[in-house]
Nanobody, 133 residues
């Protein structure tokens, strides 16, 4: 059974950095793409970044381009989100989500625009990131 666990969140000052990790278990690493989403209080959930199976394609929200970097280590079944130059508006609960539909359907989703939530169907429990001004 697919299981995702986020770690690395916390409180950081504006301009600081954090690295989130998403540990995936239950399925082989070549079967899933991964996305990071976030939801701030009173706001809708939004896609932050995503990476394809194998890591050859990545997408970023405009608000984080140049500051965040997504990567995956399939040997460790872990996907990372390096967050630099953090701003108070980055404060949110961050979720990683896995998408296996491409693998099991044989369809080709990548390259694609953004990180459509419809492509990611297994979710972690979320982790808080707080950026103080």
């Amino acid at each position: 059974q697919l299981h995702l666990v986020e770690s690395g969140g916390g409180v950081v000052q504006s301009g600081g950095s954090l690295r989130l990790s998403c540990a995936v278990s239950g399925v082989a690493s070549d079967t899933y793409a991964i996305a990071w989403f976030r939801q701030a209080p009173g706001k809708e959930r939004e896609a932050v970044s995503c990476v394809s199976r194998g890591g050859g394609n990545t997408n970023y929200a405009d608000s984080v381009k140049g500051r965040f970097s997504i990567s995956r280590d399939d040997a460790k079944s872990t996907v990372y989100l390096q967050m630099d130059s953090l701003k108070p508006e980055d404060t949110a609960v961050y979720y990683c989500a896995a998408g296996l539909l491409e693998y099991f359907s044989g369809a080709r989703f990548w390259p694609m625009e953004g990180c459509p939530e419809v492509h990611f169907d297994s979710w972690g429990q979320g982790i808080q990131v707080t950026v103080s001004s």
